[in-house]
């Protein structure tokens, strides 16, 4: 059974620029969360999608968006980036449902660097 | 609203020695609570879960937790460990609330650093 999997793994980009991230959950998962990890805040939440809807959102500034197409894939999108926004940007996909959505599997991250 | 601590940093033992990571979560409706592990470059990688019942919970890879109601902690342990063990630690909380849906909260990390 393939894992989450998240492209590209490492992204360079300059400021002001736009980046989009993909992440494709574990077959028959309909959830996906994104998270930024940075070495001072740790784990960041990002948002969580079910079903084409975004459920949850963090405290990030309108810029990041995201969306979750109709086969569980998921995007977000940065735009007019930042210093700041150099991160590791985590997905994590889980079952469907409040009820089973005990626990996540990760991906191995996209390292977005902004110079 | 709901939050993890995570008070050590860092946390160095020598090999084959116990280990104890310290946990405290806050959350105002019943929770479920995490243990990942973050090996360099990846990922996270689920350890164990609590999500009812019996509160000594076992994981992957020799790790253990204790679901503590009246301290609010989850600490893990190991009771001995191996220079593969090196890696950072997540602690999360997820609150349940029946119809209702709550996000995942992860601590800011413990450095497990095991030494020869």
Known sequence: ?115 | AQSVTQLDSQVPVFEEAPVELRCNYSSSVSVYLFWYVQYPNQGLQLLLKYLSGSTLVKGINGFEAEFNKSQTSFHLRKPSVHISDTAEYFCAVRGGRSGGYQKVTFGTGTKLQVIP
């Open chain 1, 1 to 115: 059974k393939a894992g989450v999997t998240q492209t590209p793994r490492y992204l360079i980009k300059t400021r002001g620029q736009q980046v989009t991230l993909s992440c494709s959950p574990i077959s028959g998962h309909r959830s996906v969360s994104w998270y930024q990890q940075t070495p001072g805040q740790g784990l960041q939440f990002l948002f969580e999608y079910f079903s084409e809807t975004q459920r949850n959102k963090g405290n990030f500034p309108g810029r990041f968006s995201g969306r979750q197409f109709s086969n569980s894939r998921s995007e977000m999108n940065v735009s007019t980036l930042e210093l700041g926004d150099s991160a590791l940007y985590l997905c994590a996909s889980s079952v469907t449902g409040t009820a089973t959505n005990y626990g996540y599997t990760f991906g191995s991250g996209t390292r977005l660097t902004v110079v």
